[in-house]
């Protein structure tokens, strides 16, 4: 065990560089915040800090059940149960939005662990087909065992695919680190070959993804577009948000072109309402119908965006996450964007 004063220095440690962050950001133009980034880098360094905390085992420890991050985590989560999420999909539902239900979790190291993982999935399955909801499931490929077995774990979600299929749902294969990313294809192209309703995420901030996409394409895949949320080197990804989301359009636009020939579901996962507008007016420039591909958002995010795209035609579903390991989770969402780093100085303070 560490000493007191050492963990109150590290929690200290945290909340000073959360407030340093807000700091820089706080009641700035976009041009005042490029600016700062390019002389000082402060929200790269934060960035860099929170997602090497989502990998501490110690530090989870020593916040996990800390009121006031519990308390913070709540906006993002409806609840570590399973219920919670599902009552959470019933009244999005009601509002005409619908969901996609993810338990966190992520690199088990044993195969025992990784079938328990398997067989929530399939209660959830169930669950969703029984009450019809308007919801689909996600998972991540290590949650699934990837890394202890991973003949088994292309078995468990060739089953959870058939699963999906068979309660009117569908199956998403998240994508992880860089260093996943080949697995993780070459798995979804091999559920693919054998199941419609399984779609696969891409991180517009990789250099590599649109060579990913265009290997994909021939498939008439359904991806979840998103800018990735891990830590990884230049070399890797783009640094810079300017850089990301121009990535990301040129992204869209190619799967914006496969959905205008009904060759693709594009979903663009992300809360960034200036990059959401480019792509209905680079779609609607297309002739893509704004019922024709979807955007996807977190839970407790953009809420009132959420139900207004609904309202205009746009296909929206919000992802849902619940369970016990949400600390890694909580900390990429930090990561982020600086109004859910300020949400937890708030309750610091």
């Known amino acids: 065990m560490r000493p007191r004063h050492v963990r109150a220095s590290h929690r200290n440690s945290i909340i000073l560089m959360i407030q340093l962050y807000h700091h820089q950001t706080a009641d700035a133009t976009p041009s005042v915040v490029a600016a700062r980034a390019v002389s000082c880098r402060p929200m790269s360094l934060a960035r860099r ?13 020593q916040l996990r059940d800390r009121a006031f991050l519990r308390r913070a985590v709540r906006r993002f989560m409806p609840g570590e149960e399973l219920p919670a999420a599902l009552g959470a999909a019933v009244e999005l539902a009601a509002l005409g939005i619908g969901s996609v239900l993810t338990q966190l979790g992520e690199q088990v190291a044993a195969r025992g662990e990784a079938a328990r993982v398997r067989d929530h999935y399939l209660d959830v399955l169930a669950q969703v087909g029984a009450r019809r909801l308007p919801a689909e499931i996600s998972v991540k490929l ?16 060739q089953v959870l695919a058939r699963a999906a299929a068979d309660a009117g749902s569908f199956l998403w294969i998240d994508m992880e680190e860089s260093r996943y990313v080949d697995a993780t294809l070459e798995l979804f192209r091999s559920v693919r070959s054998a199941h419609e309703r399984v779609g696969v995420c891409l991180q517009a901030y990789l250099r590599r993804t649109p060579a990913d996409l265009g290997a994909l394409l021939p498939f008439a895949p359904a991806i979840r577009l998103v ?10 990804a783009y640094p810079s948000k300017r850089d990301v989301d121009a990535a990301y359009l040129v992204l869209a636009e190619r799967l914006l072109e496969r959905v205008a020939r009904r060759e693709a579901r594009a979903v663009f996962g992300t809360h960034d ?46 992802l849902i996450s619940y369970g016990t390991h949400w600390f890694p989770w909580y900390m990429r969402r930090l990561a982020e964007r600086p109004a859910n780093v300020w949400f937890v100085v708030r309750n610091l303070i």
């Open 49 to 61: 800090l929170l997602l090497r905390a989502s990998r501490s085992a110690w530090l989870a420890g």
């Open 227 to 236: 800018k990735g949320a891990y830590n990884e080197p230049a070399t890797m």
């Open 273 to 318: 309402l200036a990059l959401v507008k480019r792509v209905r007016e680079r779609a609607t420039t297309l002739r893509v119908a704004p019922g024709s591909y979807e955007v996807h958002m977190l839970y407790g995010i953009r809420s009132p965006e959420q139900r207004a795209l609904a309202r205009e035609g746009v296909p929206v579903r919000v």
């Open 142 to 157: 290590t949650h699934l065992g990837l890394d202890v077995d991973r003949a088994a774990c292309l078995a468990d979600v």
